[in-house]
Each structure stands twice: as C-alpha cells, then as structure tokens.
C-alpha cells in the first residue's frame, strides 16, 4: 500500500513538473473573456509608416494551419534608415479585449540581437490573435498581429 502511495505521489509530481516547464501565454479565462467581447472596429486614422520596423514571424513556421501545443515562437524585428529597434517599446496584446501579455511573454523569452525566441510556449485549444508592436529609435511605430489556431 505504501508502495502504491508513494508511486501515485512521484507520478503527479512529475506531471506537475511537466506542465509547469511551458509557457501558458493565456489563461482559458482570458481566451473566454476575449472570445465573448463584442466585435470592435478599428479605424486608423493615419496609415501605416512605411520606414517603421519591420515584424517577421518565423515561428510557427506556418499560421495558416492548425499548431500543436507547445509550440516554439520566434519573432524578428529589422529597423530600417539606420535606426536601431528599441526593444524597451515592445508589447504584445491578446485577443479583442488587447489583454497585455507584454512581462509574461518576456519573462520566459530570449532575447537575441534580431528579435525574441520562446521555445516552450502553450495556449488553450482555439483560434488565437496577437499583436505585436514595437518603436525603433526615431520612435516610428510597427505593428503586426498574429492570428493562428491550436488543436
């Protein structure tokens, strides 16, 4: 019987020990809250500036099909003119209601000279949208916004 015991404990600790070694970008109360926001319309006023940053994702190597969890993410960001990336303006936002998932996704990112990598990332089944921003030095503002879906 202490035998049993003992083995049922050692295998929820590796089960937590497992889920607890990837990144949970978004809760399943996020993703709900999100999903039941009322459609927003956004309108920009000004279009787009042309010698802002550029944002590349390069992982998942393809949104347009459904991924598995966990998954890696990278993300790489190319200024242009000359002007340097201010990684210090980076932000990343959640679903319609733009929950800021910023210091949690950095917590856990690497930062490389050229962008930020996550090797180890897990979100709740369903359809997904983030977006990213980020200033470079001369303050010109990129953004780009993610959509994909986990099985």
């Known amino acids: 019987?202490?035998?049993?015991?003992?083995?049922?404990?050692l295998i929820g600790?590796?089960?937590?020990?497992?889920?607890?070694f990837a990144l949970?970008?978004?809760t399943p109360e996020e993703v709900m809250a999100s999903r039941s926001a009322p459609p927003v319309q956004e309108v920009s006023s000004e279009p787009s500036d042309?010698?802002?940053?550029?944002?590349?994702?390069?992982?998942?190597?393809?949104?347009?099909?459904a991924i598995k969890n966990p998954f890696?993410?990278?993300?790489?960001?190319?200024?242009?003119?000359?002007?340097?990336?201010?990684f210090k303006s980076f932000q990343a936002f959640y679903g319609?209601?733009?929950?800021?998932?910023?210091s949690r996704l950095m917590q856990e990112a690497?930062?490389?000279?050229?962008?930020?990598?996550?090797?180890?990332?897990?979100?709740?089944?369903?359809?997904h949208r983030i977006l990213l921003r980020i200033k470079d030095s001369q303050n010109r503002?990129?953004?780009?916004?993610?959509s994909f879906k986990v099985e």
């Open 1 to 9: 019987m202490i035998a049993i015991t003992r083995s049922i404990f």
């Open 13 to 20: 600790l590796l089960s937590v020990a497992e889920s607890s």
């Open 24 to 26: 949970q970008l978004v």
């Open 50 to 65: 042309p010698m802002a940053p550029q944002i590349t994702v390069v992982a998942p190597d393809s949104i347009d099909k």
């Open 72 to 86: 890696k993410m990278e993300v790489l960001f190319k200024s242009k003119d000359g002007a340097a990336v201010d």
């Open 96 to 102: 319609l209601l733009k929950l800021d998932i910023t």
């Open 110 to 127: 690497e930062k490389t000279s050229t962008g930020i990598k996550l090797s180890n990332v897990n979100v709740p089944s369903g359809s």
């Open 141 to 146: 503002l990129a953004e780009k916004q993610i």
